[in-house]
């Protein structure tokens, strides 16, 4: 039994001769863990609503115990958060965003490449040692914390692969090929990314921009969006594959209004990167602006801002720093942009 040690001492911790009230062993904040996913993935909310409610669930201890605590399918376009959901979940319950088993389903677009998720068959080269993709210690997590595996874009892998997670869905184990071993998924958040129909649904909502079709109502175009999902779902994967996932979230395309939030994100992240340096940047509205409208992109989400950032402001950053080794701690850099649109930038002193 997995974690015994753990059991046994939640058992006498609980014990007595009046019982208590019963406590999750599972050791997150849920509060905390949503407020962490709410404040950086933008636009999704529906998508962390049900996610919110299937970590109550795992929290509570409702779930079938033969089976994964959960298992979610993320779908919608590139950039708009599905992977970084789960990194971040990962980052809010373990405290690394890499703390994960995340299984990169296009190197696994081949038949003959289902054996390395279950390792080689007896009689092949490597098949005593159970070699595998997996990393046992990030599925199983421990008594008071779930692990968390991610299968990435699922659609690009072969139908044997498929199979293979169909039992992990069924019992919640999958028995390696060479007979010696069994992995437990029993305690798992299981996540699978998907862009499957996002491309058509694009082209599809782009001529319901013109002509008469701008004037049909939102909720009618909404419920077609949906169908339209659905339906390429149905077309990519077979129902009893579908038919063992929790739940389906749809993630939709960042909009207008969420620019902002992108560049202000974008920025958090690079200022995160440069508290190794003891430097801080601040960015004046105006490039804020002009970085917004450079790379925000409806079909390329969030990952065209990180490129705006990384083309028009990251390199002079760099070489603000290596200009200044000798720099104080706790400096500040004031981006700003002149009318050419070339980012300046000043550095202050702690003391300025």
Same mark, same amino acid.
């Given at each position: ?219 009618? +175009? #909404? ?5 339209? @999902?659905? /339906?390429?779902? &149905?077309? %990519?994967? *077979? ?63 969030? +990952? #065209? ?5 990384? @083309?028009? /402001?990251?390199? &002079?950053? %760099?070489? *603000? ?32």
């Amino acid at each position: 039994m997995p974690f015994i040690n753990e059991v046994l001492e939640h058992n006498q911790r609980m014990g007595g001769s009046t019982p208590p009230m019963r406590q999750s062993r599972f050791q997150f904040d849920l509060d905390k863990v949503m407020q962490s996913l709410r404040s950086r993935i933008t636009g999704q909310g529906a998508a962390l609503d049900a996610i919110a409610a299937s970590l109550a669930l795992t929290k509570a201890e409702l779930g079938d115990p033969r089976k994964p605590l959960a298992v979610m399918l993320l779908m919608g376009p590139t950039g708009v958060g599905k992977t970084e959901t789960v990194r971040l979940l990962a980052e809010a319950i373990h405290g690394r965003a890499d703390a994960l088993c995340r299984i990169d389903m296009n190197t696994l677009a081949q038949e003959h490449y289902a054996a390395s998720l279950t390792g080689a068959p007896p009689g092949y080269v490597g098949s005593k040692e159970g070699n595998t993709l997996f990393d046992r210690e990030a599925i199983e997590g421990s008594f008071g914390k779930p692990g968390i595996v991610l299968f990435d874009e699922l659609e690009k892998a072969s139908e044997p692969v498929i199979r293979a997670l169909m039992n992990i869905f069924d019992n919640g184990q999958l028995r390696l090929s060479s007979g010696t071993s069994t992995l437990d998924f029993r305690n798992s958040l299981i996540f699978m990314t998907s862009n499957v129909g996002a491309q058509s649904l694009w082209a599809w909502q782009q001529r319901q921009q013109s002509g008469w079709r701008r004037w049909l109502p939102e909720a009618w +175009r #909404a419920r077609q969006e949906q169908k339209h @999902q659905q /339906l390429a779902l &149905e077309k %990519a994967f *077979a129902p009893e594959f579908l038919n063992r996932i929790d739940q389906q979230l749809i993630y939709q395309r960042l909009g207008d209004d969420q620019i902002m939030i992108l560049v202000e994100l974008a920025l958090q992240r690079l200022n995160n990167r440069l508290a190794r340096h003891q430097v801080q940047l601040v960015a004046q509205p105006q490039l804020k602006s002009w970085l917004g409208q450079q790379g925000f992109d409806r079909r390329y989400g969030a +990952r #065209a801002m990180a490129r705006s950032f990384r @083309q028009h /402001l990251e390199p &002079e950053v %760099a070489r *603000a720093l290596l200009q200044t080794p000798d720099r104080p701690p706790g400096c500040l850099l004031l981006a700003d942009m002149d009318a050419q649109h070339r980012v300046r930038l000043t550095l202050k002193g702690p003391d300025d």
